[in-house]
């Protein structure tokens, strides 16, 4: 059994071994004996009769299958998954962001793509279009001011806890860090692996975009916890160079054309409409902050 809780309120576990590996390599920080309370129960496999009824889904030609089983009030109860390739990422995108962002709204909080750090008694929220240098701009903070790590990537904000990583890791593309110092510490095969994948990503136009992860560790990064007390500031970021602060009156259109843009990419699996809770949620966010 695989347990983990990213708040007292937002847990889920695996009821088999999900054969995830990295996954739940970098979950780790938040991993419990076992499930706790109104825990998800989830089922991965890559071969299952549990699903022969199910009919095929298809990412980018990958095939998947999902079941999501909910109780007489609606409350998501298990879900079943099964894909042949690539099932981390099939997983993280399909079913744990969005389940963790629906967890999010029952505790008044949201769902983003963003970078968290604080600065004094500050905590900014960097916030842009994938690739667009939210983490070089990172990068190039700590360098030069007295930046503390919160998260990067996928984030959840909760009022208890402030600005929660899903995952406690920084993405890395190869513009990212080339011109930062960092790149002189990294390991030649990390370096070979990001050139390659900005060579994919050129070459395709995008279609197919990977990067690499690390724990803030091995950029001699500490990791820091939100004070859900700190005024929160959003920040734009159009690229590495440039950001901008985001009006109360912007967040709201900010952070939901992303979240709009979220369930045309990615099948929405749970059959259901987020985001007038997402908008109320965001909207107490601002009054606050």
Not at 47 to 67: A, D, E, H, M, R
Not at 128 to 152: E, H, V
Not at 170 to 194: A, V
Not at 233 to 249: D, F, G, L
Request: charged share 20%; with cysteine; net charge positive.
């Amino acid at each position: 059994m695989f347990a983990y809780s990213l708040s007292p309120n937002i847990a889920f576990h695996f009821e088999n071994d999900p054969k995830m590996p990295d996954l739940l390599t970098k979950l780790e920080y938040c991993r419990k004996n076992s499930p706790i309370p109104n825990s998800i129960a989830i089922s991965c496999y890559k071969l299952t009769n549990s699903l022969s009824c199910v009919k095929w889904n298809f990412y980018k030609g990958i095939p998947w299958k999902i079941q999501v089983l909910k109780d007489s009030n609606g409350n998501i109860q298990k879900i079943l998954f099964q894909a042949l390739f690539f099932r981390t990422f099939l997983f993280f995108r399909l079913i744990l962001l969005p389940l963790l962002w629906r967890m999010a709204l029952k505790e008044g909080g949201f769902y983003l793509l963003g970078t968290a750090c604080s600065e004094g008694n500050i905590t900014y929220l960097l916030f842009a279009k994938p690739g667009a240098g939210k983490t070089c701009t990172l990068l190039n903070w700590i360098q030069t001011k007295l930046i503390r790590f919160i998260g990067d990537g996928s984030l959840l904000y909760l009022p208890k806890h402030g600005i929660v990583p899903v995952l406690t890791e920084i993405e890395l593309r190869y513009k990212t860090i080339r011109q930062t110092s960092f790149w002189n510490s990294l390991p030649q095969r990390i370096r070979i692996r990001l050139f390659l994948y900005n060579m994919i990503s050129f070459l395709t136009h995008r279609y197919i975009s990977f990067n690499v992860t690390l724990s803030p560790k091995q950029l001699n990064i500490e990791k820091f916890q939100d004070n859900p007390k700190a005024p929160h500031r959003i920040m734009q970021v159009y690229s590495a160079n440039t950001v901008k602060p985001v009006t109360k009156e912007e967040i709201e259109s900010v952070i939901m054309n992303y979240l709009y843009e979220y369930h045309k990419h990615y099948k929405n699996i749970f059959d259901d409409d987020p985001y007038d809770t997402t908008i109320r949620n965001l909207q107490k966010f601002t009054q606050k902050f």
